[in-house]
């Protein structure tokens, strides 16, 4: 008796994953890098509260409007190149089963293979088949806009809720200084738990969102400062 072999993949969580991860990643660089910004220009405790909860919400709204877009955008050529398929293949049903074996011949295929392979594919799903193996569009990878919007509006405002409970839980005179710990550390966990999951190394995924979120951090804060005392 055979054994069925399972083979677990990440492909089909690309499209969630990556607006998820982006969407938490801004989250915490923005709001942190706005609550330092504001904190170090010497504002109160309350004022940088209410900064920080406006970012979120401009911040999460903004990321699931343009994440809907871009993705809405990508279904509509995927759902235009489909129905000027559907129309070739009513037109030249014979030249796409030319146009599909040349496909799997250019793959490896034997050209009598080919085609009997093309025939049976074509017999199940004719457009399917099509839209997999010439157009690259398949049920795994197909842009959902609203899932994506959803999962990036959702994370961002999760990412955000992170510093902004730090701000909340520590007085004015601790407040850089644990904000910015807090961030980093929040960070590093979502760069290698979103390395983990994608299959990627752990260490440099926590190491390269770290960086960076140090950096916007850095930069945003000196700029707090810098008005802060001017003003």
Same mark, same amino acid.
């Given at each position: 008796m055979a ?5 677990w993949?990440r ?27 504001v904190?170090?220009?010497?504002a109160?405790h ?5 900064a920080?909860?406006?970012g ?6 903004s990321m699931?409007a ?15 190149a489909?129905?000027l398929?559907?129309a ?6 014979p030249?796409?089963?030319?146009e599909?074996t040349?496909?799997?011949v250019g793959? @490896? $295929?034997? #050209? ?8 049976? /594919?074509?017999a199940?799903?004719? *457009?399917? &088949?099509?839209a ?9 990878l ?20 992170m510093p902004?409970?730090?701000v909340a839980?520590?007085s004015?005179? @601790? $407040?850089? #200084?644990?904000v910015?710990?807090?961030?980093l550390?929040? /960070?590093?966990?979502?760069?290698g *738990?979103? &390395?983990?999951?994608g299959g990627a190394?752990v260490?440099?995924g926590?190491m390269?969102?770290t960086?960076w ?10 700029v ?8």
């Open positions: 054994v069925r072999h399972k083979e993949h492909t089909d969580r690309i499209g969630w994953l990556r607006a998820a991860v982006l969407g938490a990643n801004d989250g915490i660089v923005s709001t942190a890098s706005l609550v330092l910004g904190a170090a220009a010497d109160t309350g004022n940088v509260m209410v920080g909860i406006a979120l919400v401009a911040g999460a709204m699931a343009g994440e809907y877009v871009s993705v809405r955008s990508q279904a509509d050529s995927e759902q235009a489909l129905g398929e559907r070739e293949l009513e037109a030249d049903d030249g796409e089963r030319r599909l040349a496909i799997y793959r @490896g $295929l034997d #050209p009598a293979l080919a085609k009997q392979v093309t025939e049976q /594919l074509m199940h799903d004719a *457009l399917g &088949a099509h997999r193996d010439e157009l690259g569009i398949s049920e795994t197909r842009a959902r806009p609203i899932q994506a919007a959803s999962a990036s509006g959702a994370s961002f405002a999760v990412g955000a809720a902004l409970l730090a839980m520590v004015e005179s @601790g $407040l850089i #200084p644990v910015s710990v807090t961030s550390l929040f /960070l590093a966990i979502l760069g *738990l979103a &390395a983990r999951v190394s260490t440099v926590a390269r969102v960086f979120g140090a950096l916007a951090m850095g930069l945003t804060a000196g707090g400062a810098l008005f802060g005392a001017v003003a």
